[in-house]
């Protein structure tokens, strides 16, 4: 794989540690900005939002010009934002800061995942996101904690600076070593599809059949994710010393399946989801069924993650092919489905909470979730 992708890698492994950290910083910034922690739990939706919506507005204003300058573009307006964030007293400020990061986030990796697709051949798609992807779980198993021991040692605000200063080798790395693989802009007005032409592609079925399996997919696994510390010190009975390990493995294992499904997603996307799919639907009851054995719960917690990012990342992968149509918006359309599931996801775990199921429902829930995607697939079994 070209150097240039392990670039776009470090720049998405600081935004992901941006988007997943706060899980670790909420009771401290509650506390010093003055107001609930489920007021500030709110910047976490309010990422998301602006992650799915800000998908396509975002690939849509960077149409037609350099990808290496929007890269660069995105991620400078990232870093800014994170050092506004890191210095201001008012919550509303913080507020906004996030909803412009993720707006830069969503731009960034909706040219990103387009430009990763242009470095390789044609046919090795799914290996160039697999090492994009792996920015993402390298930061569930290393960013998120290290940002959860920044804040508890130096307060949240060290958590935002740390990210902010990522983001500048990310910068510079952009900028000497990713080739301009965009055509000028008078190019792309020659040879580009018209706007309204790509926008035309979502009336595809095949593209809205690959969108929809990726936000159903995603969303049991964020959900599930979101609610593995109160699976950990409640039904598991651990101690919180155990929550960073049980979210490590859950990384481990989402790097080891991006990384090998990556090899698979190419050529046989539906052999991941015909083995990966059943597995997946029966994993996450399981955790449920297991919380009070952590001698297999642990483990399991490995493999969920291997298994949802495996399946997760093929399916938006084959957005990316279905979207061959949309060269400026296929990555848009990808990200927008990620992050419907890494929206949904956490929403319906959350509402899960309130029935019988107590702390156990999310897992439920990204069963049922499973379960929709495989019907869903099964309306036309032959993705690849």
């Known amino acids: 794989m070209p150097l240039p992708l392990y670039l776009l890698a470090l720049a998405v492994f600081a935004m992901g540690t941006s ?15 003055g107001v609930t922690v489920g007021t500030a739990g709110g910047l976490t939706s309010a990422f998301a939002v602006g992650m799915a919506v800000g998908a396509p507005l975002m690939a849509g204003l960077a149409r037609g010009r350099s990808g290496r300058g929007s890269l660069l573009g995105f991620v400078l307006v990232f870093a800014a934002a994170h050092t506004v964030g890191a210095v201001t007293t008012s919550f509303p400020v913080l507020a906004t800061t996030r909803v412009v990061a993720a707006l830069a986030n969503a731009g960034f990796l909706a040219v990103a995942l387009t430009t990763a697709a242009a470095l390789v051949p044609a046919d090795r798609k799914g290996r160039a996101l697999a ?12 960013g998120v904690p290290g940002g959860a021991v920044l ?48 926008l035309g ?6 593209l809205l059949r690959a969108m929809l399996l990726a936000a159903l997919v995603n969303a049991a696994t964020f959900g599930g994710f979101t609610f593995l510390s109160p699976l950990v010190t409640g039904p598991a009975g651990l101690g919180d010393l155990w929550v960073p390990v049980a979210l490590v493995l859950f990384g481990a294992g989402s790097f080891a399946g991006v990384t090998v499904a990556g090899r698979l997603a190419d050529r046989r996307p539906g052999l991941v989801l015909a083995v990966g799919g059943p597995l997946l639907l029966a994993g996450w009851p399981a955790l449920a069924v297991l919380a009070d054995a952590p001698g297999a719960l642990l483990p399991l917690v490995f493999l969920l993650g291997g298994l949802s990012f495996a399946v997760g990342g093929t399916l938006i992968t084959r957005v990316l092919y279905e ?43 990204g069963g049922l979730l499973v379960a929709a995607a495989l019907l869903v697939a099964a309306v036309r079994p032959r993705l690849d």
Request: glycine share 12%; net charge negative.
């Open 151 to 198: 804040g508890a040692l130096f307060g949240w605000r060290a958590a935002f600076w740390a990210v902010a200063l990522l983001c500048l080798p990310a910068a510079v790395g952009i900028a000497k070593g990713l080739p301009p693989v965009a055509p000028s802009s008078d190019q792309a007005a020659a040879t580009d599809p018209a706007l309204r032409a790509e």
């Open 131 to 142: 090492v994009l992807l792996s920015g993402t779980t390298v930061a569930t198993v290393a």
């Open 19 to 33: 988007e997943f950290m706060l899980a670790g910083l909420l009771p401290g910034l509650a506390a010093d900005l």
């Open 201 to 206: 592609e979502l009336r595809r079925p095949p």
């Open 323 to 365: 979207a061959a149509g949309a060269p400026a918006l296929a990555g848009a359309y990808a990200t927008a489905a990620l992050n419907l599931g890494a929206t949904a996801g956490p929403l319906l775990a959350a509402a899960s909470l309130g029935t019988a199921a107590g702390d156990l429902g999310p897992f439920y829930a």
